[in-house]
């Protein structure tokens, strides 16, 4: 006899298909895991099971980067030599090609730099001037470079930072806030969806004012020049308006 329950979130009697385990679906409480998932936005779990998933996340995450498997390191070099064929082949344009990008910050005319010769240009540099340029550059590597940030870029996002949360940004803004590429556009153009991108560079921070989606380009150009962005994209978030309730209640 199939089990049916009523689901918590969509308030409707259906049949469970998530969790997958006869243990879990004998206490399920949701009809799927979209339904789950969405009811978790907006809840907070208990911080000793929050320290507990991040640690976890974490330890996973680093072990898989630092010590790829024989099969992991097959499937990237097999990815890189079907992508290089497609290129080859036309099936593969650049990214960037053909996108107009607003003059933002110091690019262009903008820039301090912009119609002048480069001082450098053309210069080839002794190997013993190379080398101690390569000896300079090894002590700003890690702690001891100036942009340090307490290795931030391996913690973990939020457990509440789910695809189903990240999906419902992309759906409500359904385009890049800076360059106005729509999501369909970028997942045809770099083969993936619209990124979301955290206005104070704090993956914990998953509030609605704190969330907006940005193109390949412009979420790497992100990174750099923080304080300029991070005005520049609160104020953005501000002219849309868009309505956090709203959001939620849509969802």
């Known amino acids: 006899m199939k089990q049916i329950i009523f689901c918590q979130y969509c308030r409707q009697y259906k049949q469970p298909k ?7 679906l004998a206490h399920a409480k949701y009809c799927s895991r979209e339904c789950s998932n969405k009811a978790q936005i907006g809840k907070k779990l208990p911080e000793e099971q929050i320290e507990k998933i991040r640690k976890s996340v974490s330890l996973s995450m680093r072990k898989r980067w630092q010590e790829p498997t024989e099969k992991q390191l097959m499937g990237i ?7 290089k064929k497609l290129y ?9 090609k053909g996108i107009k990008c607003p003059q933002i910050g110091r690019s262009g005319e903008l820039n301090g730099m912009y119609g002048k010769i480069p ?14 340029i390569s000896e300079k550059a090894k002590l700003r590597i890690g702690e001891l470079n100036p942009n340090w940030r307490g290795g931030i870029a391996d913690y973990p ?5 789910t ?3 990240k999906q419902m940004i992309r759906d409500k803004f359904g385009k890049c806030a800076n360059c106005e590429i729509s999501n369909e556009e970028h997942i045809v153009l770099y083969g993936q969806q619209l990124a979301i991108h955290h206005i104070d560079y704090n993956k914990n921070n998953n509030k609605l ?7 390949h380009k412009h979420n790497n150009v992100a990174n750099g020049n923080r304080d300029f962005w991070f005005k520049y994209y609160k104020d953005k978030i501000l002219e849309i308006n868009i309505d956090a309730t709203e959001l939620v209640s849509s969802s």
Do not use: H
């Not at 080859?88 to 960037?96: E, F, L, M, V």
């Not at 001082?119 to 101690?132: D, S």
């Open 77 to 83: 070099r097999k990815m890189v030599e079907t992508r």
């Open 163 to 165: 695809r189903t949360f």
């Open 18 to 24: 998530w969790p997958r385990s006869k243990e879990g």
């Open 88 to 96: 080859a082949q036309g099936k593969i344009k650049p990214w960037n």
């Open 157 to 161: 996002y939020g457990v509440e930072f």
């Open 119 to 132: 001082w450098n240009l053309g210069k080839n540099w002794p190997e013993e001037t190379r080398k101690k």
């Open 209 to 215: 004012d704190n969330l907006i989606p940005l193109c």
